[in-house]
């Protein structure tokens, strides 16, 4: 049977999932607004503007609503979701990671209190890691959702996290960015690019302990 907890962290989970693919639909119109302009058509780039500033609007209302939420339950909000919330702080200069018994340990210092941390199996870190590496060199960039939708599945059936697969995505995607494999775009918070070359991001990740 579910606790509270287990709740509150699923709806904050279908928050997220939302706001994500709210933003991943933004990108894709902004991409949409520049073919436009190159076919120089400006009464349809007007149109898709339009739509893009009502959806800027909607992703507040969403992001005002997991306030609402959490406000309603006491202003408590999880650790992992935390994590995801400092993502933009660069949170990767207090991130510590290291390996053993098969297992990644990711901790993270928090600005006030006690660090947290995400463990999960070796084998899904590297996974992730190589998902990363294979959209960064084809797509010139990813995002955590790409690789959330490619290994969703994986993560849920190997590690302990069934009810938010995210959170290893996450933290994996800060140990990239410490180790400065990835960087996340000055364009698109949403965005990461590669930071080194393809050979060394495969190297480094050969690397990790078996």
């Known amino acids: 049977m579910e606790s509270n907890a287990d709740f509150l962290n699923d709806v904050i989970d279908g928050l997220d999932y939302l706001l994500s693919t709210v933003m991943e ?8 607004v520049a073919q436009l302009a190159k076919e120089r058509k400006p009464h349809l780039i007007t149109k898709q503007l339009i739509i893009a500033e009502k959806i800027k609007d909607f992703s507040v209302k969403v992001e005002q609503l997991k306030t609402e939420w959490l406000n309603i339950n006491g202003g408590e909000q999880l650790i992992d979701y935390k994590t995801i919330e400092d993502e933009k702080k660069g949170v990767h200069e207090r991130t510590e990671w290291w390996t053993a018994d098969e297992s990644v340990k990711i901790e993270t210092k928090r ?6 941390s995400n463990v999960f199996p070796l084998a899904v870190f590297k996974e992730i890691a190589t998902a990363a590496s294979d959209f960064v060199f084809k797509k010139k960039f990813v995002k955590t959702s790409d690789v959330l ?8 059936s190997h590690s302990d996290y069934k009810k938010t697969p995210r959170i290893p995505v996450y933290a994996t995607f800060k140990v990239l960015v410490k180790e400065k494999l990835l960087k996340v775009d000055d364009t698109n918070s949403h965005k990461y690019i590669a930071n080194c070359s393809k050979e060394q991001f495969i190297k480094w990740i050969e690397n990790l302990s078996n």
């Open 25 to 32: 639909f933004e990108d894709s119109l902004m991409d949409s």
């Open 111 to 116: 600005l006030e209190g006690s660090p947290y």
């Open 149 to 156: 939708h490619l290994l969703q599945n994986e993560i849920i």
